[in-house]
């Protein structure tokens, strides 16, 4: 276990996962993701499919990254990607109706608690922490997101 950024409660890593962007890995990661979270409601999957979508979209198919899932004992479950493209950060954008991409940060913000990027010289991380998993249960769980009021 290591401690978290906040300084606080002990972080446990669920996951971690090397691999290529491409369609299929966005499959494999939101079925790992699913099985280490038991995301049945499908948050933490909606989440890594956008953000690897993001990094095919904006930096191509064939990009490296490295998935990492932690939970810490506040109940906070982590997810984040690191991609080598410390200057590409991501943008979130007001789609129109007629647009078929856009969206994806905007849903990464309505069902997780926050999110954000990190930057180091050789590389980006973006992440986002999701409200779920209980202290000493086996993996972490994540409720059905609840809808914002603006």
């Given at each position: 276990m290591t401690v978290s950024e906040?300084?606080?409660?002990p972080v446990r890593t669920l996951l971690e996962r090397k691999l290529v962007a491409t369609p299929e890995a966005v499959a494999e990661l939101r079925r790992a993701v699913r099985e280490v979270l038991d995301d049945?409601?499908?948050?933490a999957?909606?989440?890594?499919s956008e953000m690897v979508t993001n990094v095919i979209s904006h930096?191509?198919?064939g990009t490296p990254v490295?998935?990492?899932?932690?939970a810490d004992e506040d109940g906070i479950a982590k997810v984040a990607l690191t991609d080598p493209?410390?200057?590409?950060?991501p943008v979130v954008r007001s789609a129109t109706d007629e647009e078929e991409t856009g969206r994806g940060l905007a849903l990464l913000d309505?069902?997780?608690?926050?999110?954000g990027v990190a930057e180091e010289p050789d590389r980006k991380t973006v992440w986002c922490e999701l409200r779920g998993w209980a202290s000493g249960s086996p993996a972490p769980r994540n409720p059905a997101p609840q809808p914002r009021v603006l």
């Open positions: 906040k300084g606080h409660a049945r409601e499908g948050a999957q909606l989440c890594v930096l191509g198919a490295t998935l990492r899932v932690t493209e410390p200057c590409r950060w309505a069902v997780s608690l926050r999110w």
